[in-house]
């Protein structure tokens, strides 16, 4: 019969290795968590100074504006961008900035050239560029400009961890 391996054995054979391996290749890099939100990330500026929560699922939300409102008024068709919003930015919208960006996306060719250059739909090009706006890519400025960014606590990010403003990809909309 043969004898039942010790763990306490295997532990300090396991932390051995581990040691031995960390001597060779030295100790791991220490790695800032990264925030998953555009609100955790606390981006500077006019544009991100509010935040709304709507609270309740999407389909309580929109019930109670329905059953308020009607499904075709104004307000329903807020709500559904504002569930939209909740999709891609998370619980916590920057509404000034998001609607911002809607209008720079209205005003400017960017995602028309957007869509030749990479061959999407303008409804794909506008959920991608709201996307990595949630994501820090892009902020718009106190000017109204859109910027592409590097949020702090990543290896380009500006000295000192804050935000980099590295290039405008659009101006203000009109008016």
Not at 69 to 94: K, N, Q, V
């Amino acid at each position: 019969m043969a004898a039942k391996k010790d763990p306490a054995a295997r532990r300090a054979r396991e932390a051995a290795r581990r040691a031995a391996a960390a001597e060779r290749i030295g100790p791991r890099p220490v790695r800032a968590p990264r925030p998953r939100t555009l609100y955790s990330l606390r981006p500077p500026g006019r544009y991100y100074q509010e935040w709304d929560r709507p609270t309740g699922t999407d389909e309580e939300v929109m019930g109670k504006v329905i059953d308020a409102f009607g499904t075709d008024s104004g307000e329903a068709a807020t709500m559904r961008l504002l569930m939209e919003y909740r999709s891609i930015y998370g619980p916590y919208i920057p509404l000034a900035a998001a609607g911002h960006l809607d209008a720079i996306l209205q005003d400017t060719d960017l995602v028309a050239d957007l869509t030749e250059s990479i061959g999407a739909t303008e409804g794909d090009v506008r959920e991608s560029l709201h996307s990595l706006h949630a994501q820090g890519m892009f902020l718009v400025a106190d000017d109204g400009t859109l910027w592409m960014t590097v949020p702090p606590g990543t290896p380009y990010s500006a000295a000192g961890g804050q935000w980099a403003f590295v290039e405008q990809k659009a101006a203000a909309p009109a008016g």
